[in-house]
């Protein structure tokens, strides 16, 4: 015969399984909030509202989002990691977030450990630009002028441990050269100080840099991804200009906390990966020179894993420290 504590604790797993799964039912009941944990205005924040205008549509509730900006992106995910894991507060997750553990240590939540992942939502390449005034007119250009100035040229991004940062020094590693990091609050004040001519290059999000090149005021040099992009169709490769291993697609996804039911983590994939079919989303991640991306979350955690355990190689053998 069962123990009394054994009946008690078998009903407690019992209620608990009931109020989770009457939980799961009735979400979402009130508004859910979607952090960017970067500025207004740039790649995370964007998709992180596109991704939300439509799937309010098909939740039935408003999906608002919230810039919790700071600490190159920490602070939104830690304020994430910590909310209650009830499916009204999720996170959009970028590539930078799987390298700041290697980049500042410990952190006070964990990347894989901490985030119940839902899909990865956006892709986007990277455009490597450069100055007018720099000679370099290719990828191969710019590599020889780096070789013969050791450390002379600079490069901005928008931040440390930025997906610009990390993949110029990708390039620097595969290409062997030294070039000096510029961080920058934001891209906004970069493009001004390059156009000033006091950055010589940078990587660009596509739909950030395409107005300068296009205006003849920067020059594109080469863009990230394996297959060149339909808005620059004439700039290669950095892969076919002779550097293969520089093959980086920045993406972006949505997580929930840890813990959040099964079933509301299925719910908002089903409901993200339909929304990623829709046409108007294809229209609306296009102008920003990316692509939707659906995967299950089984898929976006082992990206997630395969990410921090790339970043953290790059950052191990570059020797790079938070500036």
């Known amino acids: 015969m069962a123990s009394k504590a054994s009946r008690s604790a078998f009903f407690f797993c019992l209620l608990a399984w009931l109020l989770l799964a009457s939980h799961a039912q009735l979400w979402p009941a009130q508004p859910v909030r979607i952090v960017s944990s970067y500025l207004a205005g740039g790649p995370n924040d964007v998709f992180s509202r596109i991704v939300a205008s439509k799937l309010s549509e098909r939740l039935g509730q408003p999906v608002v989002v919230e810039n919790r900006t700071g600490a190159d992106g920490r602070i ?4 994430v990691a910590r909310a209650a894991p009830d499916g009204y507060t999720l996170l959009t997750l970028a590539l930078a977030h ?12 964990d990347v894989e450990r901490d985030f119940a992942p839902i899909s990865r939502v956006a892709a986007l390449p990277l455009l490597l630009v450069v100055k007018s005034e720099l000679p370099a007119k290719s990828v191969p250009d710019f590599v020889a002028l780096a070789k013969t100035k050791p450390g002379a040229l600079n490069y901005a991004s928008g931040g440390n441990g930025t997906s610009q940062h990390l993949a110029m020094e990708m390039l620097a590693s595969v290409a062997s050269i030294r070039l000096q990091h510029v961080p920058y609050r934001g891209l906004g004040p970069v493009f001004a100080d390059m156009l000033n001519g006091q950055i010589d290059a940078l990587m660009s999000p596509i739909a950030s ?10 020059r594109a040099l080469g863009i990230t991804t394996a297959q060149r992009s339909a808005l620059l169709p004439d700039v290669p490769t950095i892969a076919e200009s002779g550097l293969p291993g520089v093959q980086i697609d920045t993406w972006h996804g949505i997580v929930a906390p840890a813990g959040t039911p099964p079933a509301v983590v299925s719910r908002l994939h089903a409901e993200i990966s339909a929304l990623l079919k829709g046409e108007a989303i294809r229209e609306a991640f296009a102008r920003q020179g990316a692509y ?17 355990t790339r970043w953290s190689r790059l950052v191990r053998e570059r020797g790079i420290k938070p500036e």
């Open 76 to 79: 939104g995910a830690e304020a």
């Open 98 to 109: 799987t390298a700041h553990e290697a980049l500042y240590g410990k952190l006070p939540y």
């Open 209 to 218: 840099a395409l107005p300068h090149v296009k205006a003849g005021k920067l």
């Open 292 to 308: 939707p991306v659906g995967n299950t979350p089984a898929e976006f955690a082992a990206e997630i894993r395969a990410e921090q």
